[in-house]
């Protein structure tokens, strides 16, 4: 049975949370409405009985509530592998319940792909070390929509699903879907919402060869509620969505046709790699907080968010 | 469409690319696909080869060895030239468990410890992975303790987070070079012990004879009056050794 989908309330422009970087995080505060967390990052894994547990660090778990004080959060976790038909990773969502029980977010998202299958040596789990893209098929989305509705459930928050970067060509689908039509099927039919990463996105239009304003036109906006932007670099011929640069100019272009006409867009967030910061800088971070901000005043008002002091 | 077989196989692909064990094409042809349809095995097979596929090994490969230069930067470091054929060698022979640091490195430093070559490789490796063992049992809670040792029939070992590391030359020496990309001094015929524990500041520091001797005095759990009865234990090393959290007793271990 669908769910019936409620946007959450504006946040504005937001930056994901670097660990280790305390005083790039405190520079960004001016600039900043909303932190997004990757509470995996604060965490040891450990296994236990064949299980994997996550045990966040107390001092890296202090830290974030520090400096991310007087700003709400977002999660968006890294390890939960949604799209697992082996099994997604309880001790993950063990962990977030933690988290929740400490802090409450105003939304939770992950990706749509796989980290964990089946080994066909033993039928035990197999980490695959990189997340890997679903077919698009009524199989995948038998699995996702029960899991989404059940996560936005277990903590009374959208869910939102993020849209992956992928090489592999020619993904198996069903029906004619391509990713847009998957992700339209998927909101439809669970009422989560959509984390839209724009530059995953624009990497798939550059690698896969398809025209990323005609694919765009097509995507439930509607369900739109946060959006990621980011950088990256070039290897071996393909774009890749690493996270280590500024914002490429198409992506900025996708960003200022995207904002108006998402209705119950939340949040535009800059993404940036803890390894990237050193090439980056935080003057860059700034820069792109920036031009997100400038975007989002000139389409949404100045009023729309929860301001913090931001400009 | 048999979805988890698709995932397990499409997975195990990219493992054994990524690793360098065997090619894409060449696990796929392996491996048993009779649960996956004509289309499903067309497409492994077309996917096993395309650049797409390539590049998907490469990234997995990049985070793993990524992990390793975070949790495992004093080990690659000692290893020297070695270092790219050791990390092939681990990726090759260990899969990929997990995408956290502390896991990769962990079973990257064991697998040092056990086969490394060249002057204090072993050592640093020990170190390396007893640091991490001592960080996660701090992180978990088990802070250091400050009170007396117990009662003199209670039941000691020592702590599941403890290791004592003989280094061949001082170990500030031996950091401070690796840490400074300098040349490592030589081995000498001289030990030098270091002692890892949850209640060191720095989690670590040398030791004398008599703390070394009263450490591995119990790696076998004994009372405490007999470990202070052994030949060449003296008190004031157990003391050390407890207030260091390097000793804990049997019935109440970690703690």
Redo the contacts between chains.
């Keep these: 049975m669908r769910d019936a989908f409620i946007p959450p309330s504006p946040l504005g422009v937001g930056v994901n949370y670097l660990p280790n970087s305390a005083a790039e995080m405190e520079a960004c505060r001016d600039l900043v409405d909303y932190f997004e967390l990757s509470p995996?990052v604060l965490?040891?894994?450990?296994?236990e009985g064949g299980r994997?547990l996550l045990?966040?660090?107390?001092?890296l778990l202090e830290q974030a509530l520090h400096l991310t004080r007087e700003r709400p959060w977002v999660v968006h976790g890294?390890?939960l592998s949604l799209g697992?038909?082996?099994g997604w990773n309880e001790g993950y969502l063990e962990m977030l319940d933690t988290l929740h029980a400490r802090r409450p977010f105003a939304w939770h998202s992950e990706h749509l792909g796989?980290?964990?299958?089946?080994?066909?040596d033993d039928g035990r789990e197999?980490?695959?070390?990189?997340p890997?893209p679903?077919?698009f098929?009524e199989?995948?989305l038998a699995?996702l929509v029960p899991r989404g509705q059940s996560l936005s459930r277990r903590y009374g928050v959208p869910f939102l699903l993020e849209n992956l970067t992928?090489?592999?060509?020619?993904l198996?689908s069903?029906g004619g879907r391509d990713e847009v039509a998957f992700l339209n099927d998927f909101t439809e039919r669970s009422g989560c919402g959509l984390l839209f990463d724009l530059y995953n996105f624009h990497c798939n239009a550059t690698?896969l060869g398809f025209d990323p304003w005609e694919a765009l036109a097509r995507l439930r906006l509607d369900r739109v509620v946060e959006i990621h932007i980011a950088g990256g670099t070039t290897?071996?011929?393909?774009l890749?969505d690493v996270h280590s640069r500024a914002v490429p100019e198409p992506v900025w272009q996708l960003l200022e046709w995207l904002v108006p006409r998402a209705p119950h867009l939340s949040a535009i967030t800059f993404e940036l790699l803890q390894?990237a910061l050193v090439v980056t800088g935080a003057d860059a971070i700034r820069e792109q907080l920036a031009r997100a901000r400038a975007l989002w005043t000139r389409h949404r008002g100045a009023g729309e968010g929860v301001r913090h002091g931001a400009a | 469409m048999a979805l988890r077989e698709l995932q397990s196989v499409l997975g195990r692909m990219v493992m054994d690319h990524a690793a360098g064990a065997r090619q894409g094409s060449e696990t796929l042809a392996a491996l048993d696909t009779s649960a996956l349809d004509v289309r499903e095995r067309a497409w492994l097979e077309a996917v096993s080869f395309s650049p797409g596929f390539a590049l998907t090994c490469f990234i997995q490969r990049w985070w793993r060895e990524a992990r390793l230069r975070t949790g495992a930067s004093l080990t690659l470091a000692a290893l020297g030239d070695a270092r790219e054929a050791t990390v092939r060698e681990f990726v090759r022979d260990a899969p990929c468990a997990s995408l956290f640091a502390a896991a990769e490195s962990v079973a990257f430093l064991q697998h040092v410890e056990a086969t490394g070559v060249g002057p204090h490789v072993r050592a640093v490796a020990a170190l390396e992975r007893s640091l991490w063992r001592v960080k996660q049992e701090v992180d978990a809670g088990h802070a250091p303790r400050s009170d007396a040792p117990p009662s003199s029939d209670a039941v000691v070992t020592t702590h599941p987070a403890a290791a004592l590391i003989t280094f061949e030359a001082p170990v500030e020496a031996v950091l401070g070079a690796l840490l400074s990309g300098k040349p490592l001094p030589e081995p000498r015929p001289q030990r030098f012990p270091l002692l890892v524990a949850p209640g060191l500041r720095r989690s670590c520091r040398p030791v004398s004879s008599e703390e070394a001797h009263a450490f591995t005095s119990c790696r076998e759990p004994l009372p405490l009056h007999q470990l202070l009865e052994a030949p060449g234990v003296t008190q004031e090393a157990v003391r050390a050794l407890w207030a260091a959290t390097a000793l804990c007793r049997l019935d109440a271990p970690g703690k």
Excluded: I, K
Excluded at chain 1, 55 to 59: G, H, I, K, M, T
Excluded at chain 1, 166 to 170: A, M, N, T
């Design positions: 995996d965490c040891h894994e450990r296994e994997r045990v966040f660090q107390p001092s890294l390890g697992s038909a082996h796989f980290l964990m299958a089946t080994n066909p197999l980490h695959v070390g990189v890997l679903l077919p098929t199989e995948s699995l992928w090489y592999l060509p020619d198996p069903e690698n290897h071996d011929g393909f890749m390894e």
